[in-house]
């Protein structure tokens, strides 16, 4: 097979031809670890490499095919957002303040990935904490979107989205606590699931906001998407906020037929501030759903647009308590020579910790300090009811809601930077999904100036097989999530 | 001026579970440092807290034991603050919705009377780690493997008017703990801690003064003390026209007195929050009265029955309940055929004085419940003086066998025939013509006093042996005789 | 609401983050941008509505009273900045 071939297949395609054996997992994983070797300088999207575990683990892969033994991923290579803690194995989390830790465990997904037989090329880089909608808060510097060297790739999961666009690794994952799957899937032109919150265990995921977070697949395909959900999902007892609940088999349950489907579109979605070429390409995929047998209605979230305040005070407030434990005493970084216990304290994490993580444990301290509790914490988790409520009532008259994952392309570094609140923008059709807990994915949509869009359809909670089928089905009507940066260009 | 105290009191409640309260390290108290703490314990980055069901059964035992309120659906809260041996940065605690909501416990005071104290609220938390400031000179060593410990804080209204009624809670609190078998009580161990809340008002006024806080007391003892030294301190202060600082104090036994804490005085904010990574605890009838059938008879019921099955009177019923071995041993006593009233004397005599003076537990005592027995059935029949008595007690200690083996070895039967009685008492007669001639002279009430002389020449005569009670009535029949 | 820079300040230390002197008016500026967004929050009427800390009305699940980990001071501790004799150590703490 030539090198294009194994760095642009899908999961199944790929899976098939291992099976095969028209390719081995040493190949394969050999050619992922060249182009990251050929490409990282460019693109920045991977922070750790490990490559001799990843021949090793490929060599056992190759072992259990001959002898016919094999899971759903076995000999699939793989990067994981380095925010999935792994035994052994430097986990940062994109900061300063983890540049050294090595974890003595593995966190669950990374585990259930590792026994379906994936193997692990690496870590991906990402916003410091899963803090940031460009990859640019970073401690380890900016993703470059292979795209456009000069744009974002996308936060928080912009590495991994952007390895994956670049053919590094035919699958990744990710984390989305307010869009850091689809908003990056979106704008580096792949498909990205964030499960329902409780699918998938958080255990071994270092916590940004712990009632938001939830970890998911980023592939080219939607059926990719469905192995890998598949794989990671289930409850786990060490996660007492993973759903009791069977997982189905997302890959097995793909259906192309999506007759009598109804998607909702949200008018305060589709209003005046939509970028008129972003509401085009939506448009126009939702046509192609359309024609496919699906119908589309009219619905309301009338209170979509406090999703916005509503994150950014929940968010902040978990997090503030979620990174105290970073006090440079246990693990992690600590100040030289401190002199007294509040020193130690306030270098280490002022020292440790980059300029927006530090902004929102401020916000999220000072939304939970005495006298402004009733006034923003309790009223955000009242208005984050209302937000959820507006779903379920719209989920009474529709299987699906529609409407763009992010509000434009890529855009150039630096270009939201000096505004917080701008920044905040870029995630303002993803937050209230996570908000509700609800499953929501982000599929190619085409392009505007050749950089690619992304269509994200949300479901009811639990019932990612629908929004999966809907993608499916895009998919093979549509070619959009062929469309690929000019790889060759990346290489040196 | 007349100052009445306020107290409340909070009580840090460690339960016996085998495993923390949200990890599966073990709690054995003891262990090298930092041995019994596992990533959840440290907080170390992407771990989760899963709820020790233990924890919870005990928790809704103790509500169910002082008759409260189980909070059917109540949450864990984050408390923020920073110390070295919070390894989170905040403790999992419950502030909103407690599991143990509101109740009464009664406690019985010295004389049997109850003094009702209103339990504002019970809850379920972890404990933080230990600090080490004396192991190295420069440093301070963090030790977490009390980390994560299940703790239960009882709070109380502000019900108690002085030191004494405070330590009668805490030992009728103990006391029912144990009963229930949800805390060891080992107060050495650091399984009982009290916070004291203290504050003074004038007599007859029905306000509230400003309280201080005095943190981590933990004995019955300096419980009294504490508040003793606490209660001078305001006085003093108020009596000067002062006023008092709230603030959180620190209880200094060597000294007697309490001491601010300054490390503490940075104004806390602890910014509690419902704790996202743990969701609500349901607790349905079904299940409160599943933990209801597996309550132990509970001490304020065992008084009563004690009183009334034993005809035990209260001073020895609130002697012998409270530690839960020793009422067993009453029971295992009385069941092995000693009598009631017989059996409480010993064991709160001799028994006890013996188990103290060589520091051992009733549990480990070297005489058995059966043995003690067996001692009372030769008291009572007559077998036995009390003063021989003694003798097989003293043997029974020391591990010479069962009662009946020691009088049988000893050769200590009380000589309870009247015939041979009859002649010691006669011959004592013969022999002390001078105190008879005294005795037939005096008036009745000297002569009473008299004749102790003759029952203890009877007595040595005997070598102990004789019945007191024959020898008395011989004696008096002997001695009328002469006149 | 506007926030003054003693406000940040106040909160930078409950936070235990240290802020310079000249970053002040730029972060309580930025700061200031964030709050005002979330301001948004008092213009609606929740006055009835129950605060929901998690998505899905799910109940905790209870783990058996077991133990299951055993001593893994050595690795927990690998990483540690500071240590001696299987004490994490921090500067000299005075009560």
Known sequence: MTDNALLSGSVSALRQQLRDRAVSSEELTRACLERIEACNGKLNAVITMCSELAIDSARAADKAIAKGDFGSLTGIPLLHKDIFCTDGVRTTCGSRMLEQFVPAYDATVVSKMKAEGAVMLGKCNMDEFAMGSSNETSFFGTVKNPWDLNCVPGGSSGGSAAALAAGMAPLVTGTDTGGSIRQPASLCGVTGLKPTYGRVSRLGIIAFASSLDQAGPMARTAEDCAIALTAMAGIDAGDSTSADLPVPDFHAGLNHDIQGLRIGLPREYFNDDLDPEVRERVMTALSVLEQAGATLVDIELPHSHYAIATYYVIAPAEASANLARYDGVRFGYRCDEPVDLEDLYLRSRSEGFGEEVQRRILVGTYALSAGFYDAYFNKAQQVRRVITEDFTRAFDRVDVIAGPSAPGIAFPFGAKQQDPVAMYMEDIYTLAVNLAGLPGLSTPAGLINGMPVGLQLIGKPFDEQTILNAAHRLQRDTDWHLARPQLEALAP | MSWETVIGLEVHLQLATQSKIFSGSATVFGAAPNEQADAVDLGMPGMLPVLNEEAVRYAVKFGLGIGARIGERSVFDRKNYFYPDLPKGYQVSQFFAPIVCEGVFEVALEDGTLYPIRITRAHLEEDAGKSVHDAFSRETGIDLNRAGTPLLEIVTEPDFRSAEQAVAYLKALHSLVTYLGISDGNMAEGSMRCDINISLREKGSDALGTRTEIKNVNSFRFVERAIHSEYERQADILDNGGSITQETRLYDAEQNVTRSMRSKEVANDYRYFPEPDLLPIVIDAEYIESVRATLPELPGAKRMRFTAEYGLNEYDAALLVPNHSLADYFESVVTAGGAAKPAANWILGDLTAALNRSETDITDSPVSAKQLAGLIVRIEDGTLSSKLAKQVFDALWAGEGDADQIIEARGLKQVSDSGALESMVEAVIAANPAQVAQYLAADEAKQKKLSGFFVGQIMKASKGQANPQMVNELLLLKLNDQS | ?95
């Open chain 3, 1 to 95: 609401m506007s926030v003054s820079p003693q406000d940040v300040e106040k909160v930078a230390l409950l936070a235990r983050l240290a802020i310079s002197e000249s970053d002040l008016p730029e972060v309580t500026e930025r700061f200031g941008r964030v709050l005002g967004l979330v301001d948004e929050l008092n213009t609606i009427d929740t006055e009835t509505v129950v605060p929901m800390s998690n998505p899905h009305d799910m109940h905790q699940r209870l783990r058996p009273d077991a133990v299951t980990r055993q001593n893994n001071r050595e690795n927990l501790m690998a990483s540690a900045p500071a240590q001696d004799q299987g004490y994490f150590l921090v500067p000299k703490v005075i009560d």
